[in-house]
């Protein structure tokens, strides 16, 4: 198995819906390029039959009885709301 | 015992409290006046409400005088990291994305601490997001050790672990993904327990890595642990990975559980890198439990060179998805700057979030992208299950681990810069948390320069009573907890 090259900043940081500026996609480049040169040595280690672990926690699956159960009211659901308008938060318009 | 109520331990003061020695509403106070005193030097709170806590604090007096009590934390001020939602405070992450969030709801260990009695008082500093190890990366700015203004209280619990150590709380709460409780701990010379994981209710904690997150406390004592402990553990509804164990009384058992025990020391863990006074003092702890008739036998983790990377790929790719929710519409900081509506998620996200946090996702976005995610993420987590296999193993032979928490002691504020560099300062932590497993740090001496030193002791999954009377042991012939900084 081989490990990609460097990565492609700006694809990434569109994927991470994330603005950066020219100076910080440089950094970052540079650091990140630094980071994974150190995780290629996970290649090295054989895990041929080795089953992935998602949490270290011996549950697999949740049931739960489908009741109702008190939640937030719209004040508090909409308390943090950046913009908001009769119970409803404000964006801005999608569709022209 | 110190004299100064703040520097008090909560089985102390609980007893003080109980025979109306004391009333909360004092010790608050004190505690309160001490806060005040110290934070321009520590900057450990992100904030604090004294008529808010000493309103809690007459509510407990009352409980008392009523025949009530609610038991050892009624009246007892503890502090929260800024990531668990305390209802009507603010909840920021240490975080410009949150700066203004206020917290709908508790969190459930914040019920558990209010059902306890428990005044909860302020709102501790934190790396952003509980992404560092030296709470440099909050942006409120960074906490000061206590025991050294000029350096970093560790981090990501940063403010955790200073708060107590300077006596602006008796008890607090942190979070630990990777060591950000007992490394802190270790830094500034107090307790700090990472539980296994599903102990204790993540609901309510702003997730980072949701599968190696878990709340813990910071104490001065061992016992001062075994107490909060026991209040915040029990399963959960609210949390899917929450566990259905019986909580055991973790104080009753640190005198119910006596050695001599077998402990481990991973030979892998005292490798290069160890600062060679923390090797010291962790061979002197060693040494001691031999004294006591333990048996001390090396072991082998065989995958610890692949931790780190393992932890880095793994809670990179949770923190971009779960950071995927900050995106400026429902809650959060809403960029100005933003032409469409779509343009509202990159502008808000890019002034919202600080360098390491940006940093993480753009690295978990990376590795969990098409065509890497079996290279990086799947193969991590096949790497976590041979790591969590290597602490399985060696527990088949001994009932606990014991190594240093921390390589180095506490490092000058703005020392570190290189991020990977920074990633080392953990790795003797962050095997337990993709284990799953429950460790604790405890004071162990003092470097020549007067900075604290930590050994962790790591239990077996469920194990938290022999785990705390293990260290209780240590602790009671080695009272590190009593020395206190000068400020």
């Known amino acids: 198995m081989s490990f990609p090259p460097a990565l492609d900043i700006d694809h990434i940081a569109k994927l991470a819906r994330l603005a950066l500026t020219a100076e910080e996609k440089a950094t970052f480049a540079q650091q990140l390029g630094d980071v994974l040169h150190h995780i290629e040595q996970l290649a090295k280690v054989d895990v041929t039959g080795v089953e992935p672990t998602a949490h270290a926690s011996p549950i697999f699956n949740v049931w739960q009885a489908d009741v109702a159960q008190p939640g937030l009211t719209v004040a508090d659901a909409l308390r943090n709301a950046p913009a908001q308008r009769d119970n409803m938060i404000l964006v801005p318009k999608v569709v022209e | ?487």
């Not at chain 2, 270790?186 to 980072?208: D, E, M, N, Q």
């Open chain 2, 1 to 487: 015992m110190s004299s100064e109520l703040y520097f008090r331990t909560i089985a102390d003061l609980a007893a003080a409290l109980d025979a109306k020695q004391l009333s909360s509403v004092e010790l608050t106070q004190a505690v309160i006046a001490r806060t005040q005193a110290v934070e321009p030097h520590i900057q450990a709170f992100n904030s604090f409400d004294e008529s808010d806590g000493l309103a809690q604090a007459a509510a407990s007096d009352a409980r008392r005088v009523a025949g009530q009590s609610c038991g050892p934390l009624d009246g007892i001020p503890i502090g929260l990291k800024d990531v668990i939602a305390v209802t009507g405070q603010p909840l920021t992450a240490s975080s410009k994305m949150l700066k203004d969030f206020v917290s709908p709801y508790d969190a459930t260990v914040t019920t558990k601490l209010k059902k306890a009695g428990a005044v909860l008082w302020g709102r501790l500093n934190c790396d952003e997001f509980a992404m560092g190890s030296s709470t440099e990366n909050s942006a409120f700015g960074p906490t000061s050790n206590p025991w050294d203004p000029t350096r970093v209280p560790g981090g990501s619990s940063g403010g955790s672990s200073a708060a107590l150590a300077a006596g602006e709380a008796i008890a607090t709460l942190g979070s630990d993904t990777g060591g950000s409780i007992r490394q802190p701990a270790a830094l500034c010379g107090v307790v700090g327990l990472k539980p296994t994981y599903g102990l204790v209710s993540r609901y309510g904690l702003i997730a980072f890595a949701s599968s190696l997150d878990q709340i813990g406390p910071f104490a001065r004592t061992v016992e001062d642990a075994a107490i909060v402990l026991g209040a915040i553990a029990g399963h959960d509804e609210r949390d899917s990975t929450s566990f259905q164990a019986e909580i055991p009384d973790y104080r009753a058992a640190l005198t119910s559980q006596r050695g001599p025990w077998k402990l481990g020391i991973p030979k892998e863990y005292f490798a290069t890198g160890l600062d060679p006074e923390i090797a010291a003092a962790v061979e002197k702890a060693i040494a001691f439990y031999q004294s006591q008739g333990c048996e001390i036998r090396e072991v082998s983790l065989p995958h610890t060179q692949y931790c780190l990377d393992t932890y880095y790929v793994i809670a990179t790719a949770e923190a971009s998805s779960n950071l995927g929710r900050y995106d400026g519409i429902r809650y959060g900081h809403r960029s100005t700057a933003a032409k469409d509506a779509v343009d509202i998620y990159a502008h808000s996200r890019a002034e919202g979030f600080g360098p390491e946090v940006k940093r993480r996702i753009i690295l978990g976005t990376y590795v969990l992208s098409s065509g890497y995610y079996d290279a990086y993420y799947l193969r991590a987590q096949k790497v976590r299950t041979l790591i969590r296999q290597d602490f399985l193993n060696a527990f088949c032979d001994v009932d606990a681990l014991l190594t240093p928490t921390s390589p180095i002691p506490a490092f000058k504020i703005g020392e570190k810069a290189d991020p990977l560099a920074l990633y080392l300062c953990d790795i003797y932590t962050i095997g337990v948390n993709l284990a799953g497993l429950p460790a604790i740090s405890v004071p162990c001496g003092f470097t020549k320069s007067g900075l604290p030193i930590g050994a962790q002791l790591i239990g077996q999954p469920w194990k938290e009573s022999s785990l705390l009377a293990i260290a209780h042991a240590y602790e009671r012939a080695h009272p590190w907890s009593t020395q206190h900084p000068i400020l």
